[in-house]
């Protein structure tokens, strides 16, 4: 009998693939006729639009620059209103049948939710972004529980309103990626906050001095890891429990994700949770609508997708119970 | 047996000794060290007894006992790093000329064993 692989990866590639062409290619080939239909669909708008856009220049030979930018605008803009009214049906059908699976092919117990996402309340309590954001969406909730952990993750889109020069207000993405939350194996009592330490990586010992200046964010907390203090800054009201959540071991776990992965994550921890921020600029689970979704490779994406999530669990020794944290009340 | 009875008599003689007080602050930093060791050995040689390894009040002390370290440790690592801080005011300028003025004197860090640098194993801890 195989050994069962780790919690945090998906089933071995040979496992993949005949997962693969035995539950997911079924479904992946019902959904590309429906595919291809809203394909058709769209090129019809799309059509309608060009033609729209050559007749105006036509009829209006001298318009202006701007008049042309502001058609191409108004253009992309019902092109992706028919695109997002015309593909919701399939995403949903898409994320329940193909995606509901994957997630499934990693783990029998972890539950999925397309357009479910982390409470906004999660995100703001987690103290990461120092604004909370005006407006705030996401999808793909995973939910699952490794020992005595339960976890959460979903794809996180937030944004808030910024002032350009000339005094416009205008949305600006604030973080955009995973969002993870999860139980942490500790017992603790403050908030710290460790984030991309951008300061020090340009600006070097000055950057430092900078950071100590930081009113939005509580005392600056150096560690004596001296690769984590270049990829990271730790903000905390207590020195002493940031070190005992930082230990030597998971600074350097931390250090090891972020060059493994080239992702430099934001994290916290707060009460009984740890959340992390990775932010990454993709939209995770998503079908494609213009190339053909019976694609292996893009369902192996997803399965890496949902494996660096879960690696999460191994890199903060989630699943491991060696402190003296009282189990979950269920437990008791 | 006979080496964990004299490992318990030596812990207790340390611990009188430390209480004692009257102890300069390397001398607690020797004990308290020496003590880790001791406790740190102590937890390794129950790999010899299966019983208690399994029985759940040793599994508590285990794990009460690595969160203590791991506070001990915590608590250590903050003191030296305000230490640094410390020592390096008396070393830099305008806060050297003020330092000197009032006698300040550059202090020892707590020494943080090799141990604690590799950081505690749960496998060794739990043989899981």
């Not at chain 1, 028919?82 to 593909?87: I, M, P, V």
């Amino acid at each position: 009998m195989s050994e069962p692989p780790p919690e945090n990866e998906c089933r071995p590639k040979e496992s993949f693939d005949s997962f693969y062409e035995h539950e997911l290619l079924p479904e992946l080939k019902e959904l590309e006729v429906e595919r291809k239909n809203i394909r058709s669909t769209l090129i019809y708008p799309t059509l309608g639009l060009g033609a729209l856009a050559l007749g105006l220049i036509a009829v209006m030979p001298n318009m202006g620059i701007q008049a042309l930018i502001l058609t191409a605008i108004t253009g992309a803009g019902l092109f992706t209103w028919f695109k997002t009214k015309a593909s919701m049906e399939f995403r949903m059908e898409f994320k329940n049948r193909v995606i509901r699976k994957v997630v499934s092919h990693c783990n029998k117990e972890y539950r999925y939710s397309g357009f479910g996402s982390i409470n906004r309340a999660d995100f703001d309590a987690s103290g990461i972004m120092t604004r909370q954001p005006d407006r705030y969406q996401g999808d793909d909730l995973v939910t699952g529980e490794s020992k005595q952990s339960k976890f959460s993750f979903s794809e996180v889109h937030s944004e808030i309103y910024v002032k350009d020069s000339k005094g416009r207000r205008r949305l600006q993405t604030q973080f955009k990626g995973l969002f993870f939350m999860a139980d942490f194996n500790k017992n603790l009592k403050s908030h710290t906050v460790i984030v991309a330490d951008l300061a020090e990586r340009f600006l070097g010992n000055m950057g430092q001095q900078l950071q100590k200046l930081n009113f939005s964010r509580a005392d600056l907390v150096q560690l004596e890891n001296v690769d984590f203090e270049k990829l990271y800054a730790v903000y905390g009201r207590d020195q002493v429990e940031a070190r005992y959540i930082l230990s030597p071991k998971l600074m350097e776990r931390l250090v090891n994700f972020s060059v493994k992965h080239e992702l430099t994550p934001s994290l916290a921890f707060r009460g009984t949770q740890v959340y992390v921020a990775i932010p990454i600029n993709k939209d995770f689970f998503e079908p494609r609508i213009f190339s053909t979704i019976m694609d292996k490779e893009l369902c192996q994406e997803y399965v890496r997708d949902m494996e660096l999530a879960l690696s999460l669990i191994e890199e903060l020794e989630l699943d491991k119970r060696i402190w003296s944290k009282a189990p979950r009340e269920e437990e008791k | 047996m006979k080496h964990e009875k004299d490992t318990l008599v030596e812990l207790t003689e340390l611990r009188t000794r430390y209480q004692g007080g009257g102890l300069s602050m390397v001398e607690q930093q020797q004990i308290a060290g020496k003590v880790n060791r001791m406790g740190r050995g102590l937890m390794l040689q129950v790999e010899n007894y299966p019983d208690l390894k399994a029985n759940q009040n040793f599994m508590q002390l285990q794990a009460a006992w690595n969160e203590v370290e791991e506070q001990i440790s915590a608590s250590r690592r903050t003191y030296n790093a305000a230490l640094k801080d410390y020592n390096n005011g008396l070393e830099q300028f305008p806060t050297k000329l003020m330092a000197r003025s009032m006698g300040y004197q550059p202090k020892e860090y707590i020494e943080i064993p090799e141990e604690e640098k590799k950081n505690i194993s749960a496998k060794e801890l739990f043989n899981s």
